[in-house]
């Protein structure tokens, strides 16, 4: 099998937001409990699913640099998902669902 391709990408009303993208195996969301990820990660990871629905859903203007710091958080995450996971991991990070 080749590596593992996981995504981030925020989800309306979804709390998880990391989907399996490998293509021989079942594409769709991760259960976090099965993830394999810290308790503290899954927490962060489900927090900033939360925070895009408060930034990018009324999408205001005066909300850039919150949203741009958002988008920073989300590569940091996609980073600590690939360490606590392994070498074959590749993460992806989408801002949009």
Same mark, same amino acid.
């Given at each position: 099998?080749?590596?593992?391709?996981?995504?981030?990408?925020?989800?309306? @009303? *979804?709390?998880?937001?990391? /989907?399996?993208?490998?293509?021989?195996?079942?594409?769709?969301?991760? *259960?976090?409990?099965?993830? @394999?990820?810290?308790?503290?990660?899954? !927490?962060? %990871?489900? +927090? /900033? +699913? &939360?925070?895009?629905?408060? %930034?990018?859903?009324? +999408? %205001?203007?005066? !909300?850039?640099?919150?949203?741009?710091? /958002?988008?920073?958080? @989300?590569?940091?995450? &996609?980073?600590?998902? $690939? %360490?606590?996971? @392994?070498? $074959?991991? *590749?993460? !992806?990070?989408?801002?949009?669902?």
């Amino acid at each position: 099998m080749s590596r593992r391709l996981l995504q981030l990408s925020p989800e309306y @009303g *979804d709390t998880f937001p990391v /989907w399996e993208r490998t293509p021989e195996l079942n594409p769709g969301p991760i *259960d976090p409990e099965t993830s @394999g990820l810290s308790e503290q990660l899954i !927490q962060e %990871l489900i +927090n /900033w +699913n &939360a925070q895009w629905e408060e %930034l990018f859903l009324p +999408n %205001l203007p005066e !909300q850039e640099a919150e949203r741009l710091q /958002w988008k920073r958080e @989300g590569r940091s995450l &996609a980073k600590r998902v $690939e %360490l606590e996971l @392994g070498k $074959e991991i *590749d993460v !992806q990070v989408t801002y949009e669902p």
